[in-house]
């Protein structure tokens, strides 16, 4: 069989599984349902030392809510649990049940979608904001990926916890190294570079994003404090 054989039979697979996925409910089609007026305020936790279970406690019920990875620990009734990694949730998964996380789970990883009933929306390999309805963009982790995915739910105001994009205090996350031997962060520098790309195209699109974290290195959004986010609605 042709290597060009292949590649079109394993093509043809993952659209059948896609199509199937689909079917079920479980990939695409969230482009625009958080979209109303007034605009919704989505928060994104990601896993920063700086993310404090003082900040998720002020922003309960005051907006949307999407936990980045181990995060959902701080958050088990946030709204969404968003990884991008099949082993995260391979290994976090017994967890995630254990304390009940009550929220959608949304993954570009097509295993995790096929194993534990994940959502899936597809990954792009662009920079930057893609308008494509079922397609985020990876920006190489998963804070980039869900705050892409805020504004693909139609999220006008999003506000950032968590995005230290540094070893604060000589640690990379709030709840030290992740389990299983997991990748923990080591590429921040080329994280900022590409968060460049996709704070400009959503400033373009009219989505204000104001980082919140209360260490960080990641100054391509505006910057304010959590209480003065949530003083002015």
Known sequence: RSAREQRKKSISHSEVRRRAAQESG?????????????PTHVVVAASGPSLTQADLNLVRD????IVVNASYKLAPWADVLYAADHNFWRVYMPDIRRVKFGGEMWSVSEQ???QFGTYWIRHGRQQGYSDEPDVINGG????????????KFGAQRITLLGFDMQRTHGREHWHGKHDGKLANGTGFAAWIRAMRSLADDLAERG????????TT????????????????G
């Open 26 to 38: 479980l990939v695409g089609g969230p482009a625009g349902r958080w979209r109303t007026s007034p």
């Open 62 to 65: 005051k907006a949307k809510v």
């Open 112 to 114: 995790a979608q096929q």
């Open 140 to 151: 190489g982790n998963s804070g980039y990926q869900a705050i892409h995915l805020a504004a």
């Open 207 to 214: 989505v204000v994003v104001v980082n919140a974290s209360r």
């Open 217 to 232: 290195a990641l100054h391509c959004f505006q910057e304010q404090t959590l209480e003065d986010v949530l003083a002015y």
